[in-house]
C-alpha cells in the first residue's frame, strides 16, 4: 500500500472521541465549507480530522478538505456503480480496530473512560468510517481492474531504475500458529440461551419487536442500529451454520431456533427473498469467557511449549493436530498472508511485513529468536473471540534492496500501484470536471494536489 493510500487509512480510521469544536455560549459554531456533487463537507468534518490525525504533511486546513472530497467523488461513483463493501468484511475490520484499541489502553472500562463513549457507541463510530474506507477501496479496485502488467514491464522497471533508488523490502517473516479457545462454562451459555429464548418469547407474545430488541441487545456492531437488518446476502457470505437455519425460514412473522455459528449464539428472522439471496435481521449474543478458563488455556499451552522445547514433539505436530484456528491447522501451523491485487487476483505467501501481522503477535515476533516458542499469550481471533496462542518464528528476512529474483512478486506490485496510481490521478481530474463543486472562499487560497477544485 503506497505513502497515500496510508494516509488516507489513517484519515478514515480516525475514531478517538473529539470535542476540541470552536463553541459559543455552548453552541458548536459550524458552516459548510465545500460541497462535492450534493454532499456537503463541514467545517467540523476537518476538525474533527485535524484535532486527531497526528501530524499531517502541509496545512490541514488544505490537505484535509482536499482528502474529504476526494472521498466524496469515490463514494457517489460507488452509488452509481451499485458497489458496496460486505456487513462482514466491514465487521472484522471494526472488532479488529476495537480489540486492538482495547489492548492499547489496557481494558475495554479504560477505553471507555478515555473516549467517554461506551462501548457500542466506539464500535458505531467505527462501522461508519470503516465502511466508507471499505467502500472507496472497491471502487479503487473496480475503476482499475483491468489494468495489467506483465513480466516484461517488471524486468524494465528494474533495469530503468537507478541501484541507489530500488525500492527497500522491509522485514519479512514466517510464523507459525498454534491456538486454543477457552472453554466457555455451560452456565454461560444457558445464560446467552435463555436470554435469546426470552426474546424469541417477547417477540411471539408481541410484547417487543425484534428490531427495538436488537437496537437494545444484539452484540452485532453492524446490524444492531439497524434493528438487526442486514443486507441481502447470499448462502456463501455467511457462517454456514446460520446460512443454513437462514435458508430454513419461509415465514416473515416466524423467529428461528437458536443457532450457534463462529461468532455467537444468534435468532433469525426472514426479511424478505430475492433469488438467491436472503434479507434478514439477526440477534446476536456472545458468551463471555471467565478468567479461570483463560488460565486454565494459558497452563497448557505453556505444557505444550515446553514439550516442544525438550523435543518430545515438533511445534508443526501440535499445531497440525491440536490447534483452533482452522486457517493454519492444515498448513502444520504456518500462518499464510493473503492479499487481492489490482486485478482482484489473490496473492497467497507465507510471508508477512511486521505490519501485516495481528498487532499480538507482531508483538511477541519482535522479541523471538528463529525457530524460538513464544511463552502462551491472548489475541483476539477474526470473529472477535478471546484466544490463547502459542507461535514459532519460522524465519525472519532482514530488509533489503529489492532484487528481481527474490523479490519479482513485490516490484510487480509496486509497477502495478504506480499504474493504478496514474490511472487513478487521471479519474480525479476528470470527475473535477464534470462534478458540482463549491468551496467557501476562505477555503481557497490553498495550493491542492489537484488544483481543479477551484473553478474559474
Sequence with gaps: MNTRRLFF??????????????????????????????????????????????????NPYCVIPEKLAIQK??????????????????????????????????????????????????????????????TMELVKEHLTKDIKVTPAEVRHFFKDIPEDSLPLIPTQVEVELLTEHPRIQQEEIDRVKNELR???????????????????????????????????????????????????????????????????????????????????????????VEKKDIDASLSRLDSIAADIRERKFSFEDAASNLSDDKDSRNNNGLMFNVTIDHSGSRIRTSRFKMAELPTEIARVVEGLDVGEVSKPFTMIDKAGKEQCCIIKLKSRIKAHAANIAEDFQVLQQIVQEKRSDEFLNKWIREKQQTTYIRINPDWVNCEFEYPGWVKE
Excluded: C
Design 73 to 134: 467523488l469515490f463514494l457517489h461513483q460507488a452509488q452509481i456503480d451499485s458497489i458496496e463493501a460486505s456487513d462482514d468484511q466491514i465487521n472484522r475490520y471494526v472488532e479488529a480496530q476495537v480489540n486492538e484499541w482495547v489492548q492499547t489502553a489496557g481494558s475495554k472500562e479504560k477505553l471507555e473512560e478515555y473516549r467517554n463513549m461506551t462501548m457500542t457507541q466506539i464500535r458505531e463510530e467505527t462501522y461508519d468510517l470503516v465502511k466508507d474506507n471499505q
Design 198 to 288: 426470552d426474546y424469541t418469547k417477547r417477540i411471539n407474545d408481541g410484547s417487543s419487536s425484534f428490531s427495538t430488541l436488537a437496537i437494545l441487545y444484539s452484540e452485532d456492531p453492524g446490524s444492531a442500529r439497524q434493528g438487526g437488518e442486514m443486507d441481502y446476502m447470499s448462502k456463501m457470505d455467511l457462517d454456514p451454520a446460520f446460512a443454513n437455519v437462514a435458508w430454513s425460514l419461509t415465514d416473515p412473522k416466524k423467529v428461528s431456533k437458536i443457532v450457534e455459528s463462529q461468532y455467537g449464539f444468534h435468532i433469525i428472522q426472514l426479511i424478505d427473498k430475492k433469488g438467491d439471496k436472503l434479507k434478514l435481521r439477526h440477534i446476536l449474543k456472545k458468551p463471555r
Design 9 to 58: 487509512f489513517s484519515l478514515l480510521l480516525v475514531g478517538i472521541q473529539w470535542n476540541m469544536l470552536a463553541q459559543t455560549n455552548n453552541s458548536i459554531v459550524d458552516e459548510v465549507i465545500w460541497v462535492v456533487g450534493d454532499e456537503a463537507i463541514l467545517r467540523s468534518d476537518v476538525e474533527k480530522v485535524r484535532t486527531q490525525a497526528g501530524r499531517i504533511s502541509g
